[in-house]
């Protein structure tokens, strides 16, 4: 049985050529899941310059063109043999409404495309798609970089995190790595496991005998680390071609190993973001803006 039973689909119908629903509609014909497509619109400023009696009657024909726009897909998409339901909304909210449509819902899986947010704007506002990361009960697909022209992904990385002992990380990775072979078998698709070992000693190259100490704990760490991770791997019975323990800081081995293998998807996890973290994001929310690909958090 598929891991998907139920998909929820977050559109902003201004924008008609997002792949998001090309991506969602594959995987719902993949799966034979059912698939709700929810347009929300935030209200027009503009609207406010008209009378009262113009301003109601140029929403509700502003809803309305957008309502029959998405009937249209609808309907192709039903005529394919999908089990597709639609509505379109104005969202005042647009995190309360869509937490409350997962809320009401209960998918499988809720789907989504990037919303990119300039640099100097996510200093100062959290942007909607890490509110979301952070706040959303269920695994979260953001569809994002140009794909490889085909709506259902080819290649899907599981980057997991491991130390070397057992640790919270340990139920985490299984849940990455189960959500991730879920995902690829749906679409079959070929399964990668990445781990990026951020551990340098290059900064004690030059400090004499008391860094050639510390240098060759940090080469113990690091061995017991890519043991470690060679151990999950064996667990989940990833082929050895099919490993990558990398070093270096994580979102730019994860970024670059995406552009150069052509990846699709990569899976990741969330944590609750404390501290800094809040404002400066997570390795899985800076991910969102780097790899030139899509993004399915667990």
Known sequence: MSQYQRLLLIINPAQRHSPALSHAAALARASGASLHIAALMKSLGILSLLEEGDRTQAREDYLQDHRDWLKAQAAELYASGLDVTTEVAWADDIEHDILEHVARIQPDLLIKQVQHEPALERAFFTPLDWHLLRHCPVP?????????????????????????????????????????????????????????????????????????????????????????????????????????????????????????????????GRKQSRGLSRFLGSTTEHILYQAPCSVLAV
Do not use: K, W
């Open 140 to 268: 979260v697909y953001l569809v994002g970089g140009n794909g490889n022209g085909e709506a259902l992904p080819r290649r899907v990385v599981a980057a997991v995190e491991v130390s070397d002992s057992e640790s919270a990380d340990d139920a985490l990775n299984e849940r990455i790595i189960q959500q991730a072979f879920g995902f690829a078998l749906q679409c079959d698709a070929e399964l990668h496991l990445l781990y990026a070992c951020d551990i340098s000693a290059a900064f004690l190259e030059d400090l004499g005998g008391v860094a050639l100490t510390l240098s060759e704990l940090t080469r113990e760490l690091r061995e017991d680390l890519e043991r470690a991770f060679h151990r999950l791997a064996e667990r989940f019975g990833v082929p050895f071609g099919c490993r990558h323990f990398i070093r270096g800081q994580p979102v730019t081995v994860l970024s670059e190993f995406a552009l150069a293998h052509d990846v699709d998807v990569i899976v990741m």
